[in-house]
């Protein structure tokens, strides 16, 4: 058996925790920039609004009913989800991390346990501990975990836990047969339509269907989603999660941006988080991309989108040196006369650290001593704390610097923004 836990409404409940005056009223979290809404609490949800919609094209009905917006507070979602996934391994000795906001347990052991009842002690202590609501599915599979989980979201009767080995045969097919093809986790939307032209509409359906015949008409991936919804195991846990094969940090500017200073400033502080995730992965890498771009939505302004990849003389996970290629790649790309819209880097080429090939010359692999210490003071005082000059000054407030206006304070991981009770 195993178990997916997963936070309900995550980013929302995250700031709902610690302003109690947003509980119960519709409230949405905004992209970079206060651009789309990504996360949308039940009342906003009721209300029709979809995933994705401008923050612009919904202020009318936000001043209708009272709709709160509030900028991605990266830091705390972050803190918050370690917290919770903290919390949740202590429920089993087998932990995978699927996202900021969901897990599977390995539930290998808990045969003599009503999965029910431990599924609500497991609801009962996050909300306690951290005040954030979850739900949880039981399943035979990690497949069947995912739809449990969305059968406990979705359907009032199950309370937030759903144990689908519990449920009589019967029950079970009703359950499947209710929930639409499109739900299933690996089908995606893009398979969604096919299936359903084929007349596969819903989870039973996909379960009963031929899964040979599906493997030749799609791939060995639906195949392997067909013998999971029918209780065989194929995909294991990863308590480890797998090595990135690529690292990418970008973002879509605050204001538009016309000089190379700005693009180089954004371009180094990109590299700069890249390279942090590098190293935290222990890999180095072989080459550098970077790419800029102008507004493709504005037609009315000159276009220019570029991108170019630098390869490194030697594999690095230096920060320095992985920035000194990507400013050599910038200076290339970069023309006068357009507003630049965007900037971002790739790392590319990954390898484990442990077992890079040196050059046949000796070339610079950079500092691992310095880069040791720049990581072990960023990860005690805050990101950002020591960074390369080129980044420049956070003060500045340059026209690139993502815009967040409606930023709740960072509660839990700025001494300045902790709560004080009184």
Same mark, same amino acid.
């Given at each position: ?17 610690? !302003? @109690?005056?947003l ?19 039940q ?6 609004v979809? #995933?994705?919609? @401008?923050?612009f094209?919904? *202020?009318?009905?936000a ?12 830091s ?8 919770? #996934? ?6 089993s ?7 900021? !906001?969901?897990?599977?347990l390995?539930?290998?052991?808990f045969?003599? $346990?009503?999965?029910?009842?431990y599924?609500?002690?497991?609801r009962?202590?996050?909300r ?15 497949t ?15 309370? +937030? ?11 079970q097919? /009703? ?12 089908v ?8 359903k032209?084929l +007349? ?9 269907? !031929? ?8 791939s ?15 995909i294991?846990?990863e308590?480890?999660?797998?090595a ?10 605050g ?7 700005g693009?180089?400033?954004?371009? /180094?502080?990109y ?28 037609? !009315? ?12 003389p ?5 920060? *320095? ?11 290339r790309?970069?023309?006068?006369g ?9 790392l ?6 442990? $077992? ?14 310095? #880069? *040791?210490? #720049? ?12 960074r390369?000059?080129a ?32």
């Amino acid at each position: 058996m195993f178990a997916l836990i997963d936070g309900n409404n995550f980013y929302v409940s995250c700031e709902r925790v610690f !302003d @109690p005056k947003l509980e119960g009223r519709p409230v949405v979290v905004l992209s970079n920039n206060d651009g789309c809404v990504v996360a949308r609490s039940q009342e906003v949800k009721a209300l029709g609004v979809k #995933m994705g919609v @401008p923050w612009f094209q919904l *202020r009318d009905l936000a001043r209708q009913h009272g709709i709160v917006a509030k900028s991605s507070n990266y830091s705390l979602y972050g803190d918050m989800s370690a917290r919770m #996934m903290a919390l949740l391994g202590r429920f089993s000795p087998e932990q995978e991390i699927y996202s900021i !906001d969901e897990c599977f347990l390995g539930m290998k052991g808990f045969g003599h $346990y009503d999965l029910t009842a431990y599924g609500q002690d497991i609801r009962a202590r996050v909300r306690q501990y951290l005040g954030l609501p979850v739900c949880v599915g039981f399943g035979a599979t990690k497949t069947l975990a995912k739809l449990a989980n969305h059968a406990a979201k979705k359907r009032p009767e199950f309370d +937030g836990v759903c144990d689908l080995a519990a449920l009589s045969p019967v029950a079970q097919d /009703t359950l499947l047969a209710s929930i639409d093809v499109g739900e299933v986790w690996g089908v995606g939307y893009r398979g969604t339509p096919r299936l359903k032209a084929l +007349g596969i509409g819903n989870v039973k359906d996909l379960r009963d269907a !031929d899964p040979k015949w599906l493997r030749r008409e799609f791939s060995v991936v639906l195949e392997r989603t067909v013998t999971e919804l029918r209780g065989i195991p194929c995909i294991d846990l990863e308590e480890a999660a797998p090595a990135k094969q690529q690292i990418m940090s970008s973002r879509a500017f605050g204001a538009y941006v016309y000089d190379l200073a700005g693009l180089e400033e954004a371009v /180094t502080t990109y590299i700069g988080r890249a390279a942090e995730k590098l190293r935290r992965q222990g890999s180095v890498a072989g080459a550098v991309q970077v790419y800029v771009r102008t507004n493709p939505f504005k037609e !009315d302004h000159p276009q220019y989108q570029r991108g170019l990849t630098v390869p490194l003389p030697d594999p690095s996970d230096d920060t *320095r040196l992985l920035a000194r290629a990507a400013l050599a790649g910038l200076k290339r790309l970069y023309k006068p006369g357009y507003a630049y819209q965007k900037a971002g880097v790739m790392l590319l080429d990954l390898s484990d650290a442990r $077992y890079t090939q040196g050059a046949l010359f000796e070339a610079d692999r950079g500092n691992p001593a310095l #880069m *040791r210490v #720049m990581d072990r003071i960023n990860g005690l005082w805050g990101h950002g704390t020591l960074r390369l000059a080129a980044e420049g000054v956070p003060a500045s407030n340059r026209d690139w610097r993502m815009r967040r206006g409606m930023m709740s304070p960072c509660y839990t991981t700025r001494w300045a923004d902790i709560p004080r009770v009184s």
